[in-house]
């Protein structure tokens, strides 16, 4: 057993990430985590049965799918000896089940993982109100249909109107704040305009526009097919003629009339699935694999609830101090965007001088990321942020940018729903 095994990253694919239009999508969450992992399974020189282990990230598990890991193992054909298990920590899920799978390895006790992530949005449940399961659960005590009766007279309207669960679930429990809620306090604090954040929302509709034109996200995104036949094949919420003025007329969503934080530059509402093949050097030896890259470090970081969205600043401050890198040796970025305001407040943290003195304990301000590293084809503003996959997306996707780019080491990280985040350390082999 060794502790100190260098892990890579071999191969990944992801689905197109599927914008939420009011009702269930064609695919589950294990739906498309086997639309795209048949493709990625199908172009490796191994058996499917090769593999140590299976982990999967889900945030919104439905009930006819009960660990998702296990069940997608099993439809993808892996064997009825694979072990598989689901990991959740909110927005960091997909990127979780890479960590675990890094120190699996790392550790020795693992050669061969494939670690995902996948969400449905759209199947997220409707939820019955509290004063509703209470009157459900009477009837279901009394004593005879007299007593059913008599308590017919308790019924009230809101009864039949069911909670959507993904509301709740972007709630902060402590805090009772929404996440676009703790980005409105961001913006505040650190003067994030409208302006600023809608110019961020059309700049990441722009270059994910620019990066399916040009074809730079083939072989990333492998197309999935409904049970009728119908094919998708790219990520559908993207707005190639977002314009300043379009998202001007859009009203805040959770600070009315005042807030910045708008539907147009939000994360969108997705469903989607991503997959990440690691392997040990044996590995990679004895099944012929090549190598994209290797896992260097990752981190993660808590805060308060209420300001969750600064959880990128302090795990990869964090990071990067224990591996003695500067801010200049760092090519290329990924922060997933929940929202617009919330990545310019990191942004904005990194160059305040106090704030990296007193919270980072730098002895300076870390300084500006220049906005041609970060997050070069877009983001969740753009593409959506399926939660449970976009920790994975935005690993895999910062690997594929830097091999296309020339780029050799890299951040992919992310703010975490009730006040963490998460980020992990990749160079190109």
Same mark, same amino acid.
């Given at each position: ?5 260098p892990?890579y990253?071999?191969?990944g694919?992801?689905?197109? =990430?599927?914008?939420v239009r009011g009702?269930? @999508?064609p =695919?589950t969450?294990?739906? /498309? ?6 493709p990625?399974?199908?172009?490796q020189?191994?058996?499917?049965n090769? $593999?140590?282990?299976v ?6 598990? &439905?009930?006819?799918?009960m660990?998702p890991?296990r069940?997608a ?11 598989? =298990?689901?990991?959740?920590i909110?927005?960091? !899920?997909?990127?979780q +089940?890479i960590?675990?799978?890094y120190?699996y &390895?790392?550790d020795g006790? %693992?050669?061969?993982?494939? %670690?995902g @992530?996948?969400?449905a949005l759209?199947?997220a ?5 509290k004063?509703a399961?209470?009157w459900?659960a009477?009837?279901a005590r %009394? #004593?005879?249909?007299l007593e059913r ?9 809101? $009864?039949?109107?069911p909670?959507?669960g993904?509301e709740?679930?972007?709630t902060?429990?402590i ?8 980005a409105?306090?961001?913006a505040h604090? =650190?003067?994030? !305009?409208?302006? #600023?954040a ?5 700049e990441s509709?722009?270059r994910l526009?620019?990066a399916q034109?040009k074809g730079? /996200?083939d072989?990333?995104v492998?197309p %999935? $097919?409904?049970?009728?036949g119908a094919?998708?094949d790219k ?17 805040p969503?959770?600070?009315k009339?005042y807030g910045?934080?708008t539907?147009g530059n939000?994360s ?5 699935? !991503?997959?990440l093949i ?6 990679v ?7 994209l890259?290797v896992?260097?470090?990752s981190?993660?970081?808590a805060?308060?609830?209420s300001?969750?969205g600064l959880?990128?600043?302090l795990?990869s401050?964090?990071m990067?101090t224990?591996n003695?890198l500067?801010?200049?040796?760092i090519? /290329?970025?990924?922060i997933?965007e929940?929202f617009?305001?919330q ?5 904005a943290a990194?160059e305040d001088?106090t704030?990296c003195?007193?919270?980072?304990g730098?002895?300076?301000? $870390? *300084?500006?990321i220049d906005?041609?590293?970060l997050?070069?084809? @877009? ?5 959506g942020?399926?939660?449970?996959t976009?920790g994975n ?5 910062l690997v594929?940018?830097? +091999?296309?780019l020339?780029?050799?080491r @890299? ?5 975490i729903? *009730?006040g963490?985040?998460g ?5 190109m082999?």
């Amino acid at each position: 057993m060794s502790g100190d095994r260098p892990v890579y990253i071999v191969d990944g694919a992801r689905t197109p =990430f599927l914008k939420v239009r009011g009702g269930p @999508g064609p =695919f589950t969450p294990v739906d /498309l985590a086997v639309q795209c992992g048949r493709p990625l399974l199908a172009r490796q020189p191994l058996a499917r049965n090769a $593999f140590d282990l299976v982990i999967l990230g889900c945030v919104n598990v &439905i009930a006819d799918e009960m660990n998702p890991a296990r069940v997608a193992a099993l439809r993808l054909g892996m064997g009825e000896d694979m072990v598989a =298990f689901t990991v959740q920590i909110n927005c960091g !899920s997909g990127m979780q +089940s890479i960590d675990t799978a890094y120190r699996y &390895i790392r550790d020795g006790s %693992a050669d061969l993982v494939l %670690a995902g @992530g996948a969400e449905a949005l759209s199947h997220a449940p409707l939820v019955l109100r509290k004063s509703a399961v209470e009157w459900y659960a009477g009837m279901a005590r %009394a #004593k005879g249909p007299l007593e059913r009766v008599s308590m017919m007279t308790d019924v009230k309207a809101d $009864f039949f109107k069911p909670v959507i669960g993904l509301e709740r679930g972007l709630t902060d429990p402590i805090t009772d704040l929404s996440m676009g809620q703790t980005a409105e306090i961001l913006a505040h604090r =650190f003067d994030i !305009s409208r302006e #600023k954040a809608d110019r961020y929302a059309m700049e990441s509709h722009h270059r994910l526009a620019n990066a399916q034109e040009k074809g730079w /996200l083939d072989g990333e995104v492998e197309p %999935a $097919f409904d049970r009728d036949g119908a094919a998708y094949d790219k990520d559908d919420g993207v707005r190639p003629d977002s314009s300043m003025e379009s998202l001007a007329k859009l009203s805040p969503a959770f600070e009315k009339p005042y807030g910045k934080v708008t539907p147009g530059n939000s994360s969108q509402i997705t469903d989607g699935a !991503s997959w990440l093949i690691l392997a040990s050097e044996d590995a990679v030896r004895q099944h012929g694999l090549e190598p994209l890259a290797v896992i260097r470090d990752s981190q993660w970081s808590a805060l308060d609830p209420s300001v969750m969205g600064l959880g990128p600043v302090l795990c990869s401050t964090e990071m990067m101090t224990r591996n003695a890198l500067t801010r200049e040796q760092i090519d /290329l970025w990924e922060i997933n965007e929940a929202f617009a305001a919330q990545v310019l407040a990191c942004l904005a943290a990194w160059e305040d001088e106090t704030f990296c003195r007193e919270v980072l304990g730098l002895p300076e301000a $870390f *300084g500006a990321i220049d906005r041609d590293s970060l997050n070069v084809d @877009g983001g969740a503003v753009a593409l959506g942020h399926p939660v449970g996959t976009s920790g994975n997306r935005i690993v895999l996707h910062l690997v594929q940018a830097m +091999s296309r780019l020339g780029k050799k080491r @890299g951040i992919a990280t992310e703010c975490i729903g *009730g006040g963490l985040g998460g980020a992990m350390l990749v160079e190109m082999v």
